[in-house]
Structures are given as structure tokens and as C-alpha cells.
């Protein structure tokens, strides 16, 4: 039989191939991400590992997955000797799900680690028996766009369908359910900002991602989003997910872009910390250099910024 092509983010691939020597330079890199499948048929417009487009199917976002060619009990094995992984995290392709299912519940029994699934599980029925086996902690079903017209315009498939299972199983696994979004693919804040509140409400955690346009995708013209406007998202971010602004704290002008927000003492302390501008999502989840090239200012953080980083997202924040 056939084994099933599984990858793995580069840095993954350089902590499980040197056992016990840590490349030099190579960012800390607490989750293990493996993706199943390849290729990609699902067409999103901003992706390398669509079928559309050209550039070939080792991509996502600008991050290479090589394939590892070992049985799944080899590749388990080293990340559990990697004491840098807090977690795993099982993605895919839309090759099959019967495999997607076979590898996780291998995975469950080769490892303890907290295993994170970013999947479209298709109904609740396959949700309810994944999120079932052991260390199994969260399913991610992915929005990617902050509203109906723009996931219309960069995704295909169905935003209802999509939407409709994202809520119904968030309101079956409380806390277990989250998402991702990407910021720039035509959204307005004001959107991005409504999607967050939305979320929040419904006790979905999300992970949010900047837009990176990949050569020979269909967006490969489209610009990042501003580092300032980006920033100043992370900040209403943080304080949706802490409870620290409420739906009304923050104005928009005519064309949604956040014209002020409540800066309370709270919203100041945790922009001197440094902690709004890590990456969000699934606890231990750190993507180095997802959404840019290594050596330049990160959008999202994979560590904590030191002060002299802190005080120039600061001056970001001010328009300096
Ligand atoms: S937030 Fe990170 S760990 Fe969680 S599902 Fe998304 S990529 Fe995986």
C-alpha cells in the first residue's frame, strides 16, 4: 500500500533531522507542524498549494514543507525526542480525509504531546470523533477571510456551510474550536475587527495571519498589509481576546479603517510587554517567519520583542 505523502514545516524538518545538535540560527520552534497531502485542489487565491496555480504544491504561506519519506512511527519518534515541541499540529490538504483520520489516531497513540488538528472536518459527526481521541486538544476549521464577499472573492466553497459548521461545533466543543484569519486579502479593518468581536463572543480562539503574496499565485501582486495598520490591529486583538475592549470602544471612519479605540492603562501595559505582537492561536503555536522573509521586522513574533523592537512598534504605533 501506498504510504500517505506527509510534509513538514522547514524548521520542523531541521529539529527532527539533527537529533541533539540544534542548527545554528534556527528560530525556536515550539509546535511541529505536519501537513498531509499532495496537493491542493481547494483554489484559495493567496496559496502556493492550490492546483491553480504554478509555483508547486511544497508551500504554504511563504514557509517550504519538504516531504519526509519515513514511516509515521519515525517522524513521531523524533519530535517526541525534540523537548522544543509543546505541540503538534495536524493539517491538510484535501487529498483524503480517511488518511487525514488514519494519521491522527496514529499520532495519538506515538505520542502525549497536545495535538492541535487544522482541518475541515466536513460535519460534526468526524469533528466529535476527532476531537474524542486522546490529546486531541483543538480543531482549527479555517475562515482565513474576515467576511462572506471576500472569501467568496480569494476561497472556494461555501462560506454558509463553512460559518454554519464553525459556530455549531464551537457551540458543541466549548473552547475547543478556533480558526484562522488573514489580514489583507480585502477586508476592511473595520470587518476584521466586527469578525474578531464575533468570534470572541462565540468562544472561538482564532489565529491572525498577514497576507504574503507568493510569486505565481494569483495575488502575487497584492501588497502586504501597512506594519502600522497591522500593528495597531494586534493591539485591538489583544485586547478582544483579554477583555479589555468591548464592542463600541473603538471608532472606524467611513471607509472602516479604526479611526481610535479605549487605550486604558491595561491596553498601555501590555503594548510595553510586548505580548499583543506574538503570534496568536493554539497555546505553544509560534510560526517563525510565516509571514516574512527571515532578517526583516516580523509581523507576528515568535518570540517575545526585545525593548529596542518594542520601541519601534511603539513609534509604529504613532505613525513615527
Ligand atoms: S493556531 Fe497554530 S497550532 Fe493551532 S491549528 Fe492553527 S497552525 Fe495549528
Not at 21 to 32: D, E, G, S, W, Y
Not at 56 to 71: A, E, M, Y
Not at 189 to 205: C, H, P, S, T
Amino acid at each position: 500500500m501506498l504510504r500517505p505523502v506527509i510534509r513538514v514545516s522547514a524548521a520542523t524538518a531541521a529539529l527532527i533531522s539533527s537529533p541533539g545538535k540544534r542548527p545554528r540560527n534556527l528560530p525556536i520552534c515550539t509546535t511541529a507542524y505536519l501537513l498531509l497531502g499532495s496537493h491542493c485542489s481547494g483554489g484559495c487565491r493567496f496559496c502556493s498549494a492550490s492546483a491553480r496555480e504554478t509555483a508547486g504544491h511544497t508551500r504554504l504561506s511563504r514557509i517550504t514543507w519538504p516531504v519526509v519519506d519515513l514511516p509515521v512511527a519515525n517522524i513521531i519518534s523524533s519530535i517526541n525526542n525534540c523537548s522544543e515541541f509543546k505541540r503538534i499540529c495536524v493539517q491538510m490538504t484535501i487529498d483524503s480525509l480517511q488518511d487525514y483520520l488514519d494519521l491522527v489516531e496514529q499520532i495519538t497513540r506515538l505520542s502525549s504531546i497536545s495535538i492541535s488538528l487544522s482541518v475541515n472536518p466536513g460535519n460534526r459527526e468526524t469533528a466529535s470523533g476527532l476531537l474524542k481521541l486522546q490529546h486531541v486538544e483543538y480543531l482549527s476549521l479555517a475562515l482565513d477571510a474576515a467576511t462572506k464577499q471576500v472569501f467568496e472573492q480569494v476561497k472556494s466553497g461555501s462560506w454558509d456551510q463553512h460559518i454554519r459548521l464553525l459556530h455549531s461545533l464551537a457551540e458543541e466543543f466549548p473552547g475547543r474550536i478556533r480558526t484562522h484569519l488573514i489580514m489583507g486579502l480585502g477586508e476592511t479593518e473595520k470587518e476584521l475587527v466586527g469578525r474578531m468581536l464575533d468570534l470572541k463572543e462565540r468562544n472561538i480562539a482564532w489565529g491572525l495571519f498577514a497576507f504574503f503574496p507568493l510569486k505565481s499565485t494569483p495575488m502575487e501582486h497584492v501588497p502586504q498589509p501597512d506594519q502600522a495598520r497591522w500593528r495597531l490591529i494586534q493591539v485591538l486583538q489583544h485586547g478582544i481576546l483579554y477583555n479589555l475592549l468591548k464592542n463600541g470602544s473603538i471608532s472606524f471612519d467611513s471607509d472602516g479603517k479604526v479611526l481610535n479605540y479605549h487605550k486604558s492603562l491595561a491596553i498601555n501595559k501590555a503594548i510595553n510587554s510586548g505580548t499583543p505582537f506574538l503570534t496568536t492561536g493554539c497555546p505553544g503555536c509560534n510560526r517563525p517567519y510565516y509571514n516574512e522573509r527571515p532578517g526583516h521586522t516580523p509581523y507576528n513574533f515568535h518570540r517575545l520583542p526585545d525593548q529596542e523592537e518594542i520601541e519601534s512598534i511603539i513609534e509604529q504605533l504613532n505613525g513615527g
